[in-house]
């Protein structure tokens, strides 16, 4: 799921997964991530443990996996921005507004299914109970 956002920070983290909550009501989530400093950051951390109320583990609303430093390909977020880059860049030529091209960049990660190698490393999300 897309949200755009002015920056990568902490603000911004907390309110993407309040979104992903609204957008998954009564569901756990799982949450692949990199390493990024305000993934980890104090506020994001407080926030967490907000949401898990000092619950086990097996019960947290939001449990976050993070993949290993320096490791891009365990990472299919890498696979995602590959291929919408390579998308943009066949009609960035055409585009003469860096707008337009925002919105193609967003338009075609909304509209493609992404199926790669990548992904069949962390199984079937399915069976998570």
Known sequence: MLKAYDAGNSDSTIDYLRYLLTQSPNQRLLIFWDGAMYHRS???RG???EINQGLPTNQWQIYC???APNCP???PIEDIWLQAKTWVRRFCAL??????LKWMFEWFIRHTTFDFPTLGMYGVFSKIK
């Open 42 to 44: 104090k506020q994001v």
């Open 47 to 49: 926030f967490l443990d």
């Open 65 to 67: 996996v993070r993949f």
């Open 73 to 75: 390909e365990q990472n």
């Open 95 to 100: 585009i003469p507004k860096f707008s337009h």
